[in-house]
T-cell receptor
Framework: GESVGLHLPTLSVQEGDNSIINCAYS??????FIWYKQESGKGPQFIID?????DKRQGQRVTVLLNKTVKHLSLQIAATQPGDSAVYFC???????????FGTGTQLKVEL | EAEVAQSPRYKITEKSQAVAFWCDPI?????LYWYRQILGQGPELLVQ????????DSQLPKDRFSAERLKGVDSTLKIQPAELGDSAMYLC?????????????FGPGTRLTVL
């Protein structure tokens, strides 16, 4: 079946550096993508989303890039802080977000 | 800020016992979801409600799992009997149920351990 996957299970960055978390998806019909942050013992927290008719969307310190040609999604975090340490999931859906398919997640570790 | 509430936060039970989880969505949210998350993996949808009606329960193991949302507000997920493989985090999420790109907001989850 269709799946969403992440390239790296663990990403370590220095505090203050920029982080890039990547995600590949295989369903060409996917039209809505979301990034969630999950801290240990907590539920996923919405970070940012993007529709398939967009290539880039910016939020506070975060940017999501979508490349539909190669079915690739990335989350960029500027000036990474210790509080950014968490597992990051990308999720995709068709039809605007009702049924989300999540990837396995990337653990982001911020080193002081 | 409104949040999705879940209880209990942690549950330890023995196999073959019955367990139940409760979820109170964000006020006014018509759509409610139950997910199961195995450690190290992303959440997987078990059941989706629109108001009091089940929209999707295709991934719900109906021989042992049941879910209800009788008044279209809070919801209960039950497992009977619990099996060792049911150990996981059970997450509830809600969304407004209106429009396209309807963001899902998650609760803190219930961590189930089956012994």
């Amino acid at each position: 079946g269709e799946s969403v996957g992440l390239h790296l299970p663990t990403l370590s960055v220095q505090e203050g550096d920029n982080s890039i978390i990547n995600c590949a998806y295989s369903n060409s019909a996917s039209d809505y993508f979301i990034w969630y942050k999950q801290e240990s013992g907590k539920g996923p927290q919405f970070i940012i989303d993007i529709r398939s008719n967009m290539d880039k969307r910016q939020g506070q310190r975060v940017t999501v890039l979508l490349n539909k040609t190669v079915k690739h999604l990335s989350l960029q975090i500027a000036a990474t802080q210790p509080g950014d340490s968490a597992v990051y999931f990308c999720a995709e859906s068709t039809g605007g977000g009702n049924k989300l398919t999540f990837g396995t997640g990337t653990q982001l570790k911020v080193e002081l | 800020e409104a949040e999705v509430a879940q209880s209990p936060r942690y549950k330890i039970t023995e196999k073959s016992q019955a367990v139940a989880f409760w979820c109170d969505p964000i006020s006014g949210h018509a759509t409610l979801y139950w997910y199961r998350q195995i450690l190290g993996q992303g959440p997987e949808l078990l059941v989706q409600f629109q108001d009091e009606s089940v929209v999707d329960d295709s991934q719900l193991p109906k021989d042992r799992f049941s879910a209800e949302r009788l008044k279209g507000v809070d919801s209960t997920l039950k497992i009977q009997p619990a099996e060792l493989g049911d150990s996981a985090m059970y997450l509830c999420a809600s969304s407004s149920g209106q429009g396209w790109a309807d963001t899902q907001y998650f609760g803190p989850g219930t961590r189930l351990t089956v012994l």
